[in-house]
Nanobody, 119 residues
Framework: QVQLVESGGGLVQAGGSLRLSCAASENMISINIMAWYRQVPGKQREFVARISNGGSTGYADSVKGRFTISRDNANNTVWLQMNSLKPEDTAVYYC?????????????WGQGTQVTVSS
């Protein structure tokens, strides 16, 4: 079982920045993909960004050019740098670890951290 702990959320004005972090209990090298998702009440959880253990990244169109995902395998941490924040970025942000064990993919989630962007 992989434990993920997010931090860095908070209240920020539109146009501001926040940096989220996600600390993993397992050696990051063994985690194939780390990703960030977000969810607002009444809506489905949506993909934000991902990074593979090889360093390749992917972003949702809504955050491309504003958010940057990175990982530090030595410290078992992944970050999400969020710039030029908009009110529509307000959500609970979740960290996810995706690990291939044998032939099965396993997903692990953190508890989430609230991000609120005021207009």
């Amino acid at each position: 079982q992989v434990q993920l702990v997010e931090s860095g959320g908070g209240l920020v004005q539109a146009g501001g920045s926040l940096r989220l972090s996600c600390a993993a209990s397992e050696n990051m090298i063994s985690i194939n993909i780390m990703a960030w998702y977000r969810q607002v009440p009444g809506k489905q959880r949506e993909f934000v960004a991902r990074i593979s253990n090889g360093g390749s990244t992917g972003y949702a169109d809504s955050v491309k050019g504003r958010f940057t995902i990175s990982r530090d395998n030595a410290n078992n941490t992944v970050w999400l740098q969020m710039n030029s924040l908009k009110p529509e970025d307000t959500a609970v942000y979740y960290c996810k670890a995706k690990i291939l064990r044998g032939s099965m993919w396993n997903d692990y989630w953190g508890q989430g951290t609230q991000v609120t962007v005021s207009s």
